[in-house]
C-alpha cells in the first residue's frame, strides 16, 4: 500500500532562493532586536546564547547569558570551572543537562583546539548536546557556513510559506522542514537569514493570530494567500498528564538543614541539591511518608513535624505537588544510598548550591520563615 506523504504545495512564484531571502534580510536589518549575543560573531557567544535559547524566551535567556558570560567570558574560563559553579549559574534556566552538555564540550574542545573554535561541522559534531541545530546556528552564524537550522520559529514560517499540510515536527514532515530551511539559504549572510527566519517567528509569523500585514513574505506565502495561518501547523499533540504526589523533608539538626547532592546518574537534576524528597505511597500520612523516604534516602530517623508549604510544580507530563514537612533529625548518621553525599547548612549557606526551581522556593521559604 502506498504511504501517505503530507501535500507540498508548490509555491506560487520563482522559487528561487533569493525570491525569499532578499526581502527577509532587508526586513532583518530594519527590525531585528539588539540581543546581547548578536554584538559580534564571536563563535563562543553565539554557542551559549542557542543553547541557552532551547526549551526558553529570548527575554527569559538575557540576564542568564550576562551573568554566564560575565564569569567565563571565554571558552578556556568555561572549560577551566568546576561543574558546581557551571549549574549554579545556570540555577532557573532549566534543563540542566545542556550546561553539562556545554561544559563537556568546552573542555574537549579546550583539549582538542586550543586557542580556537574551529570552523568544522565534524568536530563541532563530535560533541555532547551538539546536534543539527546549534551545529547550524554556530556555524553559520559566526562563520557564514551554508547550514540550515530549523527550532520551533523557523518551522512555523515555514510550514506556513510553503503551505505544508503535515505535521513538521514528525517524520516526514521533520525532514521536509530541513530540506525547505536548506534550500532557501543564500549564497552570502547565512547566518543572517538563518536568524532571520528565526526573528520573523517570533515577532511577525507568531504561532496566534500572525501579523501578516507587516510580513515582508506575504506576496509568498501560500498559508496567507489561502487563509490558512492558523491551521498550519497542526497543533501539538498533548502528553496526557500524570498528577504525582511527593513528600520533601526538611531535616533539622540545631540550626543546620540536611542537603544532599543528587547522583550524576538521576534521571534528572543530575549532581545538583536538595532536600531529601520523593514520590508518596497512595493513601499514604505525610508525616508517614515523611520518616519512611528519610530513612530510605538518607538512613536517618526523624520525628516529623508540621507542613512548611506545597510546591507544584511541572516535569514533562507530571504535574507534581510536592509538600514539604520539618522533622528533626532523632538517630542515625547520613549514609550515602541514592545520595552521593550530604552537608549540614546553615539557612543562609543553602544559597551557596544549585537546587532546582522547586528546591529553590523551598529554600525561599526557609529564608522567609527565618527572616519574617
Ligand atoms: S504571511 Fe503571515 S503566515 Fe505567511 S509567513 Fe508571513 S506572517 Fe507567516
Not at 526586513?27 to 551559549?48: C, E, Q, T
Not at 554566564?68 to 549549574?87: G, K, M
Not at 499533540?237 to 540545631?254: D, F, K, L, N, Y
Request: hydrophobic letters at 45%.
Amino acid at each position: 500500500m502506498a504511504r501517505h506523504k503530507p501535500a507540498v504545495r508548490s509555491l506560487p512564484f520563482d522559487t528561487h532562493p533569493t525570491a525569499l531571502s532578499a526581502p527577509l534580510l532587508v526586513w532583518f536589518d530594519a527590525h531585528h532586536r539588539k540581543l546581547p549575543w548578536r554584538s559580534n560573531r564571536d563563535p563562543y557567544r553565539i554557542w551559549v546564547s542557542e543553547v541557552m535559547l532551547q526549551q526558553t524566551t529570548v527575554t527569559a535567556v538575557i540576564p542568564f547569558f550576562e551573568r554566564f558570560l560575565a564569569a567565563f567570558p571565554t571558552i578556556v574560563a568555561l572549560a577551566a570551572a568546576d561543574e558546581q559553579r557551571v549549574l549554579k549559574l545556570w540555577e532557573g534556566l532549566g534543563y540542566y543537562r545542556r550546561a553539562r552538555h556545554l561544559h563537556a564540550a568546552a573542555r574537549q574542545l579546550v583539549a582538542s583546539h586550543p586557542g580556537e573554535l574551529p570552523n568544522d561541522p565534524d568536530v563541532w559534531h563530535s560533541l555532547p548536546g551538539v546536534g543539527r541545530y546549534i551545529l547550524g546556528a554556530v556555524l553559520s552564524q559566526a562563520f557564514d557556513r551554508a547550514l540550515p537550522i530549523v527550532e520551533a520559529n523557523s518551522l512555523r514560517v515555514l510550514a506556513r510559506l510553503f503551505g505544508y499540510r503535515g505535521d513538521p515536527r514528525e517524520g516526514e514532515g521533520k525532514a521536509w522542514v530541513w530540506s525547505a530551511a536548506e534550500s532557501m539559504l543564500p549564497q552570502k549572510r547565512v547566518g543572517d537569514f538563518n536568524q532571520a527566519l528565526m526573528e520573523l517567528g517570533s515577532l511577525i509569523c507568531t504561532p496566534t493570530r500572525p501579523a501578516c500585514e507587516k510580513c515582508p513574505l506575504a506576496a509568498q506565502c501560500v498559508a496567507h494567500s489561502e487563509g490558512l495561518q492558523e491551521k498550519i501547523p497542526p497543533p501539538k499533540r498533548q502528553p496526557v498528564i500524570t498528577a504525582v504526589s511527593e513528600v520533601g523533608i526538611v531535616i533539622r539538626r540545631g540550626k543546620q538543614i540536611l542537603l544532599c547532592r543528587r547522583p550524576a546518574n538521576a534521571g534528572r537534576w543530575q549532581n545538583m541539591w536538595e532536600v531529601p524528597h520523593a514520590e508518596r505511597i497512595e493513601g499514604e500520612e505525610l508525616s508517614v511518608a515523611a520518616v519512611r523516604v528519610a530513612k530510605e534516602l538518607t538512613g536517618l530517623t526523624v520525628k516529623p513535624g508540621d507542613e512548611i508549604i506545597a510546591i507544584r510544580h511541572s516535569v514533562t507530563r507530571y504535574r507534581i505537588t510536592l509538600a514539604c514537612v520539618e522533622a528533626t533529625a532523632a538517630k542515625g548518621t547520613f549514609a550515602p544510598g541514592f545520595y552521593t553525599e550530604a552537608k549540614w547548612l546553615t539557612v543562609a549557606e543553602l544559597a551557596d548550591y544549585p537546587v532546582s526551581a522547586p528546591q529553590r522556593k523551598l529554600v525561599n521559604a526557609l529564608v522567609s520563615a527565618r527572616d519574617g
